[in-house]
């Protein structure tokens, strides 16, 4: 049969009222993960879902699902999602899109009096973005069984606040079980990049995702004063800093364009005017699609640290703080999501994420595949962060027609299909 359409103004005024929660100026929100703005998103998503006839349960580390029954409950659900939570001055559409496209999909469902064979759940996951609490897709990585609940409970933000008892002040430490049983995961996301803009293109078809290393560096000097100290008696952590950021820089461009080397953070003691700097930390990590050259990328990454540490007089630490093996997404569910686009005639790609994802850590246990819609400018995690309308409902409905085939339909309008 030939299915409706979603509503793209309803789509739209979702995100739009969803926006409204954790607002700061330019257009953007915060809502860090387990916060008093996460509770308020939080409420609104499962007041939306409980009007659109769906029960709602919440797991131990705050995943919260959203359930619309199948003809045959006992299957397995197609499960439909992506995050509510945001970087400190994040956008309106980064995670948001994925969860509210899975609810329109079952607003959508519920206008046209289809009953799907297995049941769809939404998805809501806890701390994708990872800047309150470490690491990244951390609700994720725990119903996926790579990190213990116990240990997700325990991550402390940096006012020593857990997790755990986070969730439980803001109502959202659930009681559900953590074990993820599902036919099928789809996550919708906004680009994060310009690729798509920049070539005119719908839709993207994310294959997989890059693997990724990263280190938080530690690099230890000697504090003196600058205006008394000769350079070549010197032990300035800042300088080997500044030293080790340009040859990384420099090992991402060799890999380019399939691997990513960064320095992103960078914290420097005692960061005062008139002292060589005695202490640099900062955050490095480097991605690759391919695993042999991502191991090369790692071990010429060390390489780097130790050889300007020990020309700059250092001591260094080098800890590995987040390890994620390139992912390969489902055939079926990839080729379902690429029928779909096809048949509504939409310009679309083949990609790689670069970017983490709750659905990277998820296809490891569940079948899985995510699209991204374009992103202006390529500009995320700001609040200047946008995507146009019509975009959001191309994705959508890509999304609406993969879950249904995946989930089979049973009943349209009280007839058997």
């Known amino acids: 049969m030939k299915l409706p359409r979603i509503d793209g103004e309803r789509l739209w005024s979702a995100h739009m009222a969803m926006a409204q929660v954790g607002r700061i100026e330019g257009d953007g929100v915060c809502r860090l993960a387990a916060s008093d703005e996460d509770r308020a998103g939080r409420d609104l998503f499962a007041r939306w879902c ?33 995050h509510l939570d945001s970087q400190p001055t994040g956008g309106r559409f980064d995670g948001a899109f994925g969860v509210l496209s899975g609810l329109e999909i ?106 990724v290393n990263a280190y938080s560096v530690t690099l230890m000097g000697v504090e003196a004063h600058t205006g008394t100290t000769p350079v070549t008696r010197r032990k300035d952590a800042l300088y080997a800093a500044a030293r080790c950021i340009t040859e990384v820089r420099a090992l991402a461009e060799e890999f380019e364009p399939d691997g990513r080397a960064t320095v992103a953070r960078l914290l420097v003691e005692p960061n005062a005017r008139s002292v060589v700097a005695s202490k640099v930390v900062f955050t490095t990590d480097c991605r690759h699609r391919s695993p042999a050259s991502l191991e090369e990328m790692s071990r010429r990454l060390r390489q780097i640290v ?47 994420s670069g970017a983490g994802h709750d659905a990277i850590p998820i296809s490891a246990v569940v079948p899985t595949a995510m699209i991204f819609v374009p992103s202006r400018g390529g500009v995320s995690h700001h ?35």
């Not at 009007?51 to 397995?76: C, H, K, Q, Y």
């Not at 800890?319 to 489902?330: C, G, K, M």
């Not at 509504?344 to 790609?349: D, E, K, N, Y």
């Not at 959001?392 to 007839?415: K, P, T």
């Open 106 to 211: 079952v607003r959508t469902l519920n206008d046209a009096g289809i009953e799907t064979e297995a049941p769809i759940e939404i998805v809501n996951w806890t701390n994708e973005e990872g800047c309150r609490f470490q690491p990244s897709s951390l609700g994720a990585e725990v119903a996926a069984g790579h990190i213990a609940l116990e240990a997700g409970l325990a991550a402390e933000d940096e006012n020593g606040m857990k997790l755990g008892a986070e969730l439980d002040r803001i109502g959202y430490r659930g009681n559900a079980g953590i074990a993820l049983s599902a036919r099928a995961y789809l996550e919708g996301h906004i680009e994060q990049g310009p690729i798509l803009e920049e070539n005119g293109e719908d839709v993207g078809i994310v294959q997989g995702s890059m693997g």
């Open 383 to 417: 609040v200047s962060e946008y995507t146009a309308p019509e975009h959001l409902e191309a994705g959508c409905n890509v999304l609406f027609q993969a879950a249904v085939r995946l989930a089979g339909i049973a009943d349209v309008g009280g007839r058997r299909a």
């Open 306 to 352: 130790d050889r300007i540490s020990t020309e700059c007089g250092l001591g260094y630490t080098m800890t590995p703080y987040w390890t994620v093996p390139p992912r390969n997404f489902d055939a079926d569910c990839v080729g379902a999501l690429e029928a779909a686009a096809s048949a509504m005639g939409l310009r679309q790609r083949r990609m790689v």
């Open 50 to 82: 409980e009007e659109a006839g769906l029960s709602v349960r919440v797991d131990g580390i705050g995943n919260m699902f959203a359930r619309r029954p199948g003809r045959d409950d006992t299957l397995a659900p197609v499960l439909i999602g992506s």
